[in-house]
């Protein structure tokens, strides 16, 4: 495969569609039109499980390649020095918002997200495991370092 970087999910959606490239990986929320409506087909999802837009849709777990599972996440951040207590709050109430049952749906309908609201400390071992998994991915692959 050749990587062929597109400035955006639109003009990649195109060439996918007009047959100038055979396969593309983009996110869920931004294709999941296309597939609904038969212009491209969903081959696999990163996710631990199947997409709910698209049960049909194998986890690439199941279609037998290992070591894709990943998926993404939104955060907020503040700065290294508020205290505790405001950081522990605005996390308890963010979480308040994203379980709220019109906030749910909204997030299903955009791309099947699972709305989370971590603790401060569970989110910082998963931002360290990421950071980890994509240094020792670039380090393999010999990615020169960008400053």
């Known amino acids: 495969m050749v990587h062929i970087p597109y400035r955006g999910d639109a003009p990649l959606y195109a060439a996918l569609i007009a047959g100038d490239i055979q396969m593309a990986m983009s996110p ?3 294709g999941l039109a296309q597939v609904k409506g038969d212009q491209m087909r969903g081959l696999a999802v990163t996710g631990p499980r199947r997409a709910p ?3 049909e849709v194998l986890t690439f777990k199941e279609a037998g390649v290992s070591g894709l599972e990943t998926s993404s996440w939104q955060s907020l951040f503040m700065p290294a ?3 505790s207590e405001i950081v522990l709050r605005m996390q308890q109430e963010v979480a308040k918002v994203v379980h709220l049952p019109d906030v749910v749906a909204r ?3 955009l ?3 699972d709305p989370v609201g971590s603790t401060p400390d569970a989110f910082a071992a998963l931002f360290k495991d990421d950071v980890e998994r994509y240094t020792r991915i670039i380090q393999q692959a010999g990615i020169p ?3």
Request: proline residues 11%.
């Open 81 to 83: 020095n508020t205290p």
């Open 107 to 109: 997030f299903q309908v």
């Open 53 to 55: 837009q698209l049960p």
């Open 111 to 113: 791309g099947g997200a």
């Open 145 to 147: 370092r960008v400053d």
């Open 28 to 30: 869920l929320s931004s």
